[in-house]
């Protein structure tokens, strides 16, 4: 079963903007990770951050995770046509490594 | 690094055939691996962990006996989807376990279309 709900479910913005996703999961978790999949293909890790962190940032993208609200955001800045694509978090919720996916969000950056 | 590869990219097959898909770690051995499967505009929903050596345990609901998995070595996870009907055709995604980081490492996918 997925772990949680990813809104919205798509998101359409101008090349230069700003994009922001949200996650929500139900159960307590090791870490939640957030990934990327274009269109038909295979899915690109983007970034990992643990229960214990509360932000985290890789170029243009900043996570942040509210663990008391079970939730986290994705931010792109200065998005680029090349980030249209399909963005996924995922939770890991025990030792077993098992990832289990949110709905994800459907991302279009018009040039 | 940390590459895994999947084959066949795409199959298409008739309904009641069996269909086997490869999972392999390029460049490291893993001992673990995942299937998912993912239908279209939503999310991968996990399928099974495959470990190497011993039986895949299977997320409730997906039916042990009609999708097979093999974990032979550490390099390599099969899945068999047997009598394929067209309700399977999906997009299969394999991931393997790279330890110590314990990171997922995804395959391209695989997609099954059943006639």
């Known amino acids: 079963s997925q772990q949680g709900e990813e809104d919205p479910q798509a998101l359409s913005i101008q090349e230069g903007e700003n994009a922001t996703m949200n996650c929500s999961y139900k159960?307590?978790?090791?870490?939640l990770q957030w990934y990327r999949q274009n269109s038909g293909r295979g899915l690109v890790h983007l970034i990992l951050i643990r229960s214990n962190e509360r932000e985290k940032h890789s170029g243009r993208l900043r996570v942040t995770l509210d663990t008391s609200k079970k939730s986290s955001s994705l931010l792109i800045t200065a998005s680029r046509a090349a980030d249209t694509a399909s963005y996924f978090c995922a939770t890991e919720v025990d030792s077993s490594y098992k990832l289990i996916f949110g709905s994800g969000t459907r991302l279009l950056v018009r040039p | 690094g940390a590459v895994v590869s999947q084959h066949p990219s795409w199959v298409i097959c008739k309904s009641g055939t069996s269909v086997k898909i490869e999972c392999r770690s390029l460049d490291f051995q893993a001992t673990t691996m995942f299937w998912y499967r993912q239908f279209p505009k939503q999310s991968l929903m996990l399928m099974a962990t495959?470990?190497?050596?011993?039986?895949?345990?299977?997320e409730q609901g997906v039916e042990k006996d009609k999708f097979l998995i093999n974990h032979a070595s550490l390099t390599l996870s099969t899945l068999t989807v047997t009598s394929a009907h067209p309700e399977d055709s999906s997009f299969y995604i394999c991931?393997?376990?790279?330890?110590?980081?314990?990171?997922?490492?995804f395959g391209p996918g695989t997609r099954l279309t059943v006639l």
């Open positions: 159960t307590s978790i090791n870490n």
């Open positions: 495959s470990n190497e050596g011993s039986k895949a345990t299977y």
């Open positions: 991931s393997a376990l790279l330890a110590p980081r314990n990171e997922q490492f």
